[in-house]
């Protein structure tokens, strides 16, 4: 039997940590990973287990195709609840959402505490299905990732947590402890830099004489209101909103380029539309219509390069290049 490359690399994350060999496969859809672990003697016992009947018919045919009727037992049911009169030493929860993987973990709490691993792949919001388990006492044991059909997967190696002093940060819960250790090619990939040429944003540190600036403030503000450099054509701005466009597809903006800097500026030239991932020309906005201030002046004194104190930027470096 050949898997996905998803599925796979949750069978080969079984292999390298199983505990036991009984293992429930909630969310089964077509049976395939149990399936493929009884074929192949990484466990003798498996449950495929579906809240819906038409997966778990799609499960039943897998299972009769390997002639796996005695290894393999199909049951229907709501998350946890087909097993919780079976023994189980594994569970495998994975392709669906992360609120819902968190509800099914959260509905049987006291069930879990005889589970001796699990094994965990949430389609969308990793970072939420991280903050449940480090808030209940679970620990991430592993991580691995895998791109599939253009999309980048994270699998999870999770055990009850013994010991109190494991302790994760914020920044744990949004990356993965593990893989942001790692920062392997697709972590990368996930989380790549966006590079632009002309928009920046440049709040931690500029040497500019106005201080940090950028298109994106710190608290979450989205506005821009600067000299951009020396001396852009209207296409290379053209193209950095394009960039802005294509990676934040929720953006509503609108970008006027103006005849001089800020404070000196007489005449709009073009304006822009930032609109559903995409940039399109409009009718240029009259300056008198922008919404800036003209009136504010910046002043150049020492430290203004930084537009957060030292402390701040301190515990961010140690969070990042922390010693275990």
């Not at 149990?34 to 449950?47: D, G, R």
């Not at 999309?151 to 302790?167: L, W």
């Not at 990676?247 to 709009?268: I, Q």
Request: with cysteine; aromatic share 12%; charged share 25%.
């Amino acid at each position: 039997m050949k898997l996905s490359k998803r599925l796979q690399l949750i069978a080969d994350v079984i292999i390298k940590y199983k505990q036991g060999s009984i293992l429930a496969d909630i969310g089964t859809d077509h049976g395939y990973l149990p399936c493929y672990l009884v074929e192949n003697k990484v466990i003798t016992k498996a449950y495929a287990c579906d809240v819906a009947k038409g997966p778990l018919d799609s499960s039943k045919e897998t299972i009769k195709q390997y002639k796996l009727d005695n290894q393999v037992f199909p049951l229907l049911g709501s998350g946890l609840n087909p097993i919780l009169k079976r023994q189980v030493d594994m569970i495998s929860i994975a392709g669906m959402g992360a609120y819902l993987i968190c509800e099914i973990l959260d509905e049987h709490r006291e069930y879990l505490r005889n589970i001796e691993v699990m094994f965990l792949q949430a389609n969308t919001n990793n970072d939420h299905l991280r903050k449940y388990l480090f808030a209940n006492d679970w620990i991430i044991i592993d991580e691995q990732m895998v791109k599939d059909s253009g999309h980048i997967y994270e699998v999870m190696v999770v055990t009850a947590r013994k010991n109190k002093a494991v302790t994760y940060s914020q920044r744990d819960e949004e990356f993965g402890p593990i893989l942001i250790n790692n920062q392997t090619p697709l972590f990368k990939e996930k989380w790549k830099n966006i590079e632009t040429n002309y928009i920046f944003n440049d709040w931690i540190s500029c040497c500019w004489v106005g201080g940090p600036h950028g298109w994106c403030h710190p608290d979450g503000v989205i506005a821009f209101q600067n000299n951009i450099g020396k001396w852009p054509d209207v296409e290379d701005v053209y193209e950095d909103l394009e960039i802005l466009a294509k990676e934040f597809p929720f953006l509503n903006l609108t970008c006027t380029l103006m005849n001089d800097e800020e404070f000196d500026a007489t005449e709009s030239l073009v304006s822009f539309e930032v609109k559903n991932g995409e940039v399109n020309v409009i009718d240029t906005i009259p300056i008198d219509e922008l919404q800036f201030d003209r009136e504010r002046k910046f002043t150049f004194r020492p430290g203004h390069e930084n537009y957060f104190d030292l402390e701040t930027i301190k515990k961010w470096a140690d969070e990042v290049y922390k010693e275990d």
